[in-house]
């Protein structure tokens, strides 16, 4: 009876554990997802007026609300904004527990300077698309897919499509690639992206000053218990690594939040083309906020050279 009651308490003190680093990992905190202050955390101060302009301007713009169904079942959220019939089409999506209005509002300007239109992905439990957990890419990439049938089903077989992400975003666009896309696909932008979600989970626990080795088994066991997702299932470094679709990699030198060496190890197994542009002296997201020129004619300059519109 004493060993039953001892295997019992250690399973319910693992599963207590694996459930606490589960909220605290997958959780969506939408408080945190928008507000007064959408400019980056560490952004320079004299480039919060710049941001401020973009956002604003951003926010000006008009759209339309578009909605499909997620693979699982969720209602999911996204912006169209139109530039020209028969344009080339960039689909955007943002980072964790953050904003398409902050994330893109320099990459879609890009964007819509080039005649692009483009579809803003509320990635699923941020903004007006439903779900309460986020999965670091193992689902999203699965809602990826889903907006891109979306936009062939609405555009046209011959639309030339451009993934473009963010932090998470750009993680996911990646990791979409191993579902196997289509031809439309002609290219992918991913800035400061992530080389794993075990990597980047291990790195923010040490960043709170926990150790990586212990935590993380509860947290992937919080993931497959409650979440329902193995969080080794892709990754960026993974999806990569098999690519046909031409990849351009950006990443701030002096990004503390996902290291720069991820965009290396991306970059060094990529079996596609590929470039990586590196800004110095630029923290997480904010690349094109630190050097635009650099940032705008290195995008250009890939998109141009993969598409034929």
């Known amino acids: 009876m004493r ?14 554990i694996s459930y606490y680093t589960y909220r605290i990992a997958f959780m969506a905190r939408r408080d945190r997802q928008s507000g007064s202050d959408d400019f980056p955390l560490r952004c320079p ?13 951003f926010r000006e713009i008009p759209y339309e609300d578009v909605y499909i169904k997620s693979y699982d079942g969720l ?19 943002h980072g964790y527990n953050g904003n398409s209005i902050r994330d893109f509002c320099g990459g879609n300007k890009i964007g ?11 990635q699923r439990a941020h903004g007006l698309s439903e779900g309460k957990i986020i999965t670091f890419g193992i689902k999203e990439r699965r809602d990826c897919l889903s907006w891109i049938e979306y936009s062939i089903n609405r555009f046209g077989e011959d639309i030339e499509i451009i993934l473009a992400g963010v932090s998470m975003g750009a993680s996911t666009v990646i990791m979409s690639v191993d579902l196997g896309l289509p031809k439309n696909i002609k290219c992918i932008i991913a800035d400061c992206g992530y080389s794993s979600p075990k990597d980047i989970l291990k790195k923010v626990a040490k960043d709170r000053q ?8 509860f947290i992937w066991l919080g993931a497959l218990i409650f979440g329902k997702f193995v969080l ?16 351009l990699i950006i990443h701030g030198e002096a990004d503390d939040f996902v290291p720069c060496h991820m965009a290396h190890e991306i970059y060094d197994v990529c079996t596609a083309e590929k470039e990586l542009l590196l ?3 630029a923290g997480h997201g904010l690349s094109y906020i630190v050097d635009e020129a650099s940032y705008r004619t290195k995008v250009n300059e890939f998109i141009n050279k993969n598409i034929k519109k």
């Open 232 to 247: 080794t299932e892709s990754s960026a470094v993974m999806s990569a690594a098999k690519s046909e679709i031409p990849i």
């Open 210 to 217: 926990l150790v990586p080795c212990l935590v993380y088994p």
């Open 3 to 16: 060993w039953i009651l001892l295997i019992a308490a250690l399973f319910l003190t693992v599963a207590a």
């Open 112 to 122: 819509r300077d080039a005649g692009h239109n483009s579809l803003v992905i509320d």
């Open 75 to 93: 209602v999911l959220h996204a912006k169209y904004y139109h530039v020209s019939d028969s344009a080339p089409l960039q689909i955007q999506f």
């Open 45 to 57: 101060e004299e480039k919060i007026d710049t941001i401020k302009g973009l956002i604003n301007q």
């Open 279 to 281: 800004i110095p002296g």
